[in-house]
């Protein structure tokens, strides 16, 4: 077994995912503008809509796969976090979906672990990103 040591693979992130972050932002601010003279309404729109900002954003920004000797580190913002084994992983599929998962694109990679759980993630260099964990635990299947 070879052992990569700190490879951070960050997410792909889709087009759309992006323009929603910047549609939104307009939004946010145009809202700010439009009822700046009702307080109550101002300060329920900046709570509420700037925290789904917030929480957008730093999807966007801190959404990566990092291997970590015989760990694999999932971080998907402030949301999820996850440490998985790479003995554990069984299988790896490529997949486009739109499930809810730690990744910005549709384009995805599954990661079986266990009998039955499936996490699908997007890292930007797929193909060295499965090299590593094959690397890793050479009996992972490729589907």
């Not at 509420?48 to 999932?74: K, P, R, S, V, W």
């Not at 402030?78 to 549709?106: C, D, G």
């Not at 990103?129 to 490729?142: E, G, W």
Request: net charge positive; hydrophobic share 40%; with cysteine.
């Amino acid at each position: 077994m070879n052992c990569v040591s700190n490879r951070v693979y960050k997410s792909k992130v889709a087009r759309w995912y992006i323009w929603f972050c910047i549609v939104m932002t307009i939004t946010f601010f145009g809202s700010i503008y439009l009822c700046y003279k009702s307080t109550w309404v101002l300060l329920i729109n900046i709570v509420l809509f700037g925290i789904g900002l917030i929480m957008m954003y730093d999807m966007l920004l801190h959404t990566d796969y990092t291997i970590n000797g015989e760990q694999l580190h999932i971080r998907c913002g402030y949301l999820f976090r996850m440490n998985l084994p790479i003995s554990k992983i069984t299988e790896i599929t490529h997949k486009s979906t739109i499930l809810s998962s730690p990744a910005l694109s549709a384009k995805r990679i599954g990661l079986r672990y266990g009998k039955k759980n499936w996490i699908y993630i997007s890292p930007k260099d797929q193909e060295n990103f499965i090299s590593d964990l094959k690397n890793i635990n050479p009996d992972i299947t490729i589907s």
